[in-house]
């Protein structure tokens, strides 16, 4: 197997897919490297998602990877445990290898953590969900059920209303919440409801039971939360430079995805919490892009400095 490339993709979800697909079309050996463990893999399908709607991902994932097949991108399966750069290269570790490249493209994602909540994790991504607009139109109308676990959580409490009048807010961890705010969850008819869950648990009906420490139980259909997340970056070289935002340090990029080190860059949540599929996907092709612009100018530079 090749052992040199002249970019290398750490991540084969819809950002590193799209930003081999631009690289591979603009004659660039590629070579992604994933570990199979997608962030959205526990949803049985993609919403929102202009074109695909309600396609599964990993179905996303296998179209990709068809539709690569006419480029000079290769495929490798596996964690890379660590990434070093100098000026002139960059090199992934994994196992006993190491592949070499002239540019990285940092695409992994993110890790949700969840509350530890006994019986909440079984749902995850089926019944307990993190945005209303992914998958709030697949529970419209339904007893709903948000469960706080920051300071913002009340205005995901607000947001999921627009999808049901049947809205209940478990707040502890976001107390105490202003008078304000809770005028403004009561005014469209949220229930709040301050005491911490203890379980989540499956009523005959099928119905998700919440039960909180004052022993209390509430039935919902669906649960919405916000996860602590935390971005997969730790292979890369510790001296990149983060920035902090509420949900902790990200990678620095510029506009054009570039890391502070000039020859790693990355996409999708790994910098970016926010990102959606459709996001992911915008600025995987616009890196991919990016960094072929990159190469060119170097390829540009060398020719000169032959001629000379």
């Known amino acids: 197997m090749n052992t040199e490339y002249d970019a290398i993709i750490v991540g084969a979800g819809p950002a590193g897919l799209s930003a081999a697909h631009m690289l591979g079309r603009a004659r660039r050996s590629v070579l992604v490297i994933d570990g199979g463990e997608p962030r959205n893999r526990f949803a049985s399908a993609m919403h929102g998602v202009l074109g695909i709607d309600n396609l599964p991902p990993a179905e996303l994932r296998s179209r990709g990877r068809a539709e690569l097949e ?11 445990d660590r990434v070093t750069a100098s000026d002139d290269e960059v090199t992934a570790h994994l196992d006993e290898r ?3 490249a ?16 006994p019986g909440l994790a079984e749902h995850w991504g089926t019944r307990v969900l993190h945005c209303p607009y992914c998958h709030g139109w697949e ?3 339904q007893r709903l059920a948000v469960i706080a676990t920051g300071t913002m959580s009340p205005f995901q409490a607000q947001l999921v209303r627009q999808w049901s009048d049947r809205i209940t807010a478990f707040t502890a961890a976001a107390e105490p919440i202003d008078a304000e705010t809770a005028q403004r969850l009561r005014a469209r008819g949220t229930t709040i409801i301050p005491s911490p869950i203890t379980s989540v648990t499956v009523a005959p009906d099928d119905a998700l039971l919440l039960r909180t420490s004052d022993g ?3 039935p919902a259909d669906a649960i ?6 935390h971005p997969r970056d730790e292979f890369l070289p510790g001296d990149l430079v983060r920035v902090d935002t509420d949900h902790g340090p990200v990678l620095r990029t510029d506009p054009s995805g570039r890391t502070s080190h000039p020859r790693i860059w990355a996409a999708g949540n790994i910098t970016n919490l926010a990102a959606n599929v459709p996001m992911s996907m915008g600025a995987g092709s616009a890196i991919g892009g990016a960094v072929n612009a990159a190469l060119m100018q170097e390829d540009t530079r060398r020719a000169i400095a032959e001629m000379r």
């Open 70 to 80: 006419p480029y000079d991108v290769t495929f490798l399966d596996g964690q890379v």
């Open 98 to 100: 190491a592949f070499t």
């Open 102 to 117: 002239r540019a990285l493209v940092a695409a992994t994602g993110v890790i949700d953590a969840l509350p530890d909540i």
């Open 139 to 141: 529970v419209r109308g």
């Open 216 to 218: 209390d139980t509430t």
């Open 224 to 229: 919405f939360l916000g996860t602590a997340l």
